[in-house]
């Protein structure tokens, strides 16, 4: 009899487990698979330039002729384009979504961009004023020093766009300035970021970049 209990007990308990739910996975585990490539930011300059290269070129192009159509083109749909005066991104940041950028230049509104290096005033002015100090200073599209996925302008102004921007494509166009003796303080360059979209890749951020105090 106390063999039958036993084996009973058993079976009973068999049974309980075959109902019970199976854990499910955990909180933590991603449902989206990631891609098995590298991120954007560790592209070769090669694959880089063959990614976005005519992008930068569109983008170049559209602050030199002061097009904002053809800036607005190039904007990321969803996250619009995202402003910095200097290498270091900040929550502070303006973006500005396509919409916005098809009359920027024409646009009166001042917004403030950030604050100038040095003295600390508020940089509040029109997009086509900063556009004019702080994106297209000088002829970004004719310089002969560029770089995909690296920088080349450097000062002591830290760069993170690769931790706010991990999976984004990096453009940098150098300007040292008229003076080669100078180069080490009158250097300026313009940085443009890019991050893919379904099949394109879209423009997300442009940055200025020069020597700071």
């Known amino acids: 009899m106390r063999a039958a209990r036993v084996f009973a007990a058993f079976g009973l308990a068999l049974v309980a487990c075959a109902g019970a739910a199976v854990p499910g996975p955990s909180p933590s585990a991603s449902a989206t698979p990631r891609s098995s490539g590298p991120l954007a930011r560790q592209l070769s300059a090669a694959d880089a330039d063959a990614a976005v290269g005519a992008s930068v070129r569109d983008t170049l192009a559209a602050f030199q002729k002061r097009d ?3 800036l607005a083109a190039l904007a990321h749909p ?3 384009v995202r402003f910095s005066p200097y290498a270091y991104l900040q929550a502070t940041n303006v973006t500005l979504s396509a919409v916005q950028l098809t009359s920027a230049f024409s646009d009166p509104t001042k917004r403030t961009w950030g604050i100038t290096d040095g003295r600390g005033d508020p940089i509040t002015v029109t997009f086509a004023d900063y556009a004019g100090t702080y994106i297209y200073a000088r002829d ?3 310089s002969s020093q560029t770089a995909f996925n690296k920088t080349i302008g450097a000062g002591n102004t830290i760069d993170n766009t690769a ?3 991990p999976d984004a494509i990096l453009f940098e166009s150098y300007d040292p300035g008229p003076d080669p003796r100078m180069k080490d303080v ?3 360059c313009i940085r443009l970021l890019f991050e893919r979209s379904g099949p394109r890749w879209f423009l997300i951020s442009v940055i200025h970049g020069e020597w700071t105090i």
């Open 68 to 70: 904002g159509p053809a």
């Open 78 to 80: 969803s996250k619009g």
């Open 140 to 142: 970004f599209a004719s």
């Open 163 to 165: 931790d706010v921007y």
């Open 186 to 188: 009158q250097w300026q």
